[in-house]
């Protein structure tokens, strides 16, 4: 799978979110990864290692 991603992509995660959605939108990256629910506006932040793992696919780059 293309792990290629960069703040502003809008990427799909395995789970979907509690709100009805499944895509995010990257708003930082480093050793963390912040996302932000395209639905909602909630925001997390998970460990790059946890983000690789529940990501699904990348949408756009």
């Not at 708003?27 to 983000?51: E, H, P, V, W």
Request: proline share 2%; with cysteine; aromatic share 6%.
């Amino acid at each position: 799978m293309n792990k290629e991603y960069k703040v502003g992509s809008i990427v799909v995660m395995k789970k979907q979110h509690p709100c009805g959605t499944n895509e995010w939108e990257i708003t930082r990256t480093g050793a963390d990864i912040k996302i932000k629910c395209l639905n909602c506006g909630r925001q997390i932040l998970l460990s790059r290692i946890d983000f690789n793992k529940k990501l699904k696919k990348v949408i756009t780059y």
